[in-house]
């Protein structure tokens, strides 16, 4: 394929802002470099009161935006067919020659084959899926929904030109569940979310945070259900006193999932005033603040695709006690300052916090920069 050939970048726009969105904007940016490239954004995701994150939609908490080269359209609405219509006058302008669909979501499956089906009637591009999530539990437990998501997914994963995960499990698990033939599912990884800025003085972070205690334990990123949070507090409240003396255990991070059952064991512990939970979806000008706090940052999820948070830890320096599960296993192995337990593990997490505090070390970020991502993209579509 020629260099001149454009790509059309789909994903969600900052109003629903999550970790996609982040890397919507990190993979456009970065392709911009390479090709001529456009992007259309779901904006508007479902009713906001059915969301679990409502308290930050629409609000500017994100530095990142899109290039200036780069055409933007922001984008459809889920029950605004007049948005629909524009984005399909938005592909008519750019005659992509390529699309790239983000999945993360089956809530947005209809715009998803929208765009798939004004594709087929325009300049028939080809078209690639990109997974983040090969199926969402929560979404799996709610049977309309569940009905909905195979009915639509079945619809939009047919006669794609190619498919791309962020690990060998995560390919085996799509081709698997969906029967896509292997060959035809790419694995590209994740790249780094390292545009929070640098790592800043430990002291002075855990000063301006309010933080008195020596060692940080650091949880971040949307509190659900697959996290395993209460493995860590339980974790932490096994230390040793006179390490708990010195020792906060900081959980940063909106509440999506059993809310009441988390505060309530925050509550009930012995040691709750060195538990200090923050409900918010932190604004990208305090991320710094709470990884230059952390003397170690614990992921104990139960299962995973890939973590955005891990990516963030990593190009901070910081050591990451993370469970052993899925494309984490892969995404995770080439970085020294990770430390592996079993998913669920309460006494491997505990050894080996207990093992990194004090330990001070800032470990080198994995060469996952956006630009050698990138060239992975171009290979694969030169390939189709």
């Known amino acids: 394929m020629a260099s001149h050939k454009s790509i059309c970048i789909v994903g969600p726009s900052k109003r629903f802002l999550s970790g996609i969105s982040y890397y919507t904007i990190r993979l456009a940016n970065a392709m911009s470099a390479e090709k001529d490239v456009s992007v259309v954004c779901f904006r508007q995701l479902l009713p906001t009161f059915l969301f679990p ?18 055409s933007v359209f922001d984008g459809m609405d889920y029950n605004n067919p007049l948005t629909w219509v524009r984005a399909y006058n938005f592909i008519q302008l750019h005659k992509p020659d390529v699309i790239v ?16 089906f004004f594709a087929s009637v325009l300049n ?61 599912i790419h694995v590209i990884p994740h790249g780094l979310y390292d545009q929070y800025g640098k790592v800043l003085d430990s002291k002075e972070a855990k000063k301006t945070l309010s933080i008195k205690e020596e060692f940080v334990i650091l949880s971040f990123g949307l509190i659900r259900k697959y996290k395993g949070i209460p493995y860590l507090i339980r974790a932490f409240e096994q230390l ?10 900081l959980i940063v991070g909106e509440i999506w999932e059993d809310r009441k059952e988390l505060l309530d064991q925050i509550e009930a512990s012995p040691y709750s005033g060195r538990i200090t939970i923050v409900d918010e979806y932190v604004p990208d000008e305090k991320v710094s603040l709470y990884f230059s706090a952390a003397d170690v940052v614990v992921l104990p ?36 300052g990770t430390f592996f337990v079993p998913p669920g593990d309460v006494e491997s997490i505990r050894q080996t916090i207990l093992n990194l505090l004090g330990k001070n070390e800032c470990y080198e970020a994995p060469d996952q920069k956006w630009d050698k991502i990138i060239n992975r993209y171009i290979e694969l579509i030169q390939s189709i």
Request: hydrophobic share 40%; net charge neutral.
């Open 124 to 184: 028939k591009p080809k078209i690639i899926i990109e997974f983040h999530e090969v199926v969402d539990p929560f979404e799996e437990s709610i049977l309309p929904i569940r009905l909905y998501s195979k009915i639509t997914g079945k619809l939009l994963r047919k006669n794609l030109d190619a498919y791309i995960t962020h690990s060998e499990s995560d390919k085996k698990l799509v081709a698997e569940r969906y029967a896509i033939a292997p060959e035809k």
């Open 301 to 336: 999820y139960l299962r995973a695709s890939q973590s955005g948070i891990a990516h963030i830890a990593m190009s901070f320096g910081k050591p990451v006690v993370v469970s052993e599960v899925g494309g984490l296993k892969e995404s995770m192995a080439g970085y020294e």
């Open 240 to 249: 040793p006193a006179e390490i708990l003396e010195k020792s906060k255990l």
């Open 101 to 116: 669909l983000q999945w993360w979501t089956s809530s947005v499956a209809h715009m998803h084959l929208l765009l798939k």
């Open 53 to 70: 994150g409502k308290s930050h939609v629409g609000k500017d908490i994100s530095d990142l935006s899109f290039s200036p080269e780069i």
